[in-house]
């Protein structure tokens, strides 16, 4: 599920779903768009333990109200972090 929060409100609304399953992942806001950026995904069927994901290197923008796919990282990652620099 994707939540927002309008800045000066006091509740929250549903986004968009992600295309894909996806936790432990970079999240960042530059430029009016909601980067996603590599995290860890469901490797197969069974999804309930820790081994049963793979590190991801997937980067999805949300951009006008839907999520769109965007240039991979150069490696799957989890649980990393990211900045914005010069903008």
């Known amino acids: 599920e994707v ?7 006091d509740t929250w609304a549903a986004g968009p779903s992600l295309p894909t ?5 970079v999240g960042l806001a530059h430029a009016g768009r ?3 950026v ?7 069927e069974a999804n309930a ?4 994901q793979v590190d991801v290197d997937t980067h999805w ?5 839907r999520w769109e796919r965007a240039r ?3 490696m799957a990652r989890n649980s990393a972090a990211g900045a914005v620099l010069d903008g």
């Open 3 to 9: 939540w927002s929060l309008t800045p000066g409100a």
């Open 21 to 25: 399953p996806l936790a432990e992942s």
């Open 34 to 36: 909601v980067h996603l």
């Open 38 to 44: 590599t995290g860890r995904s469901p490797g197969a």
């Open 49 to 52: 333990q820790w081994r049963d």
């Open 61 to 65: 923008v949300l951009a006008d109200g």
């Open 72 to 74: 991979p990282a150069p």
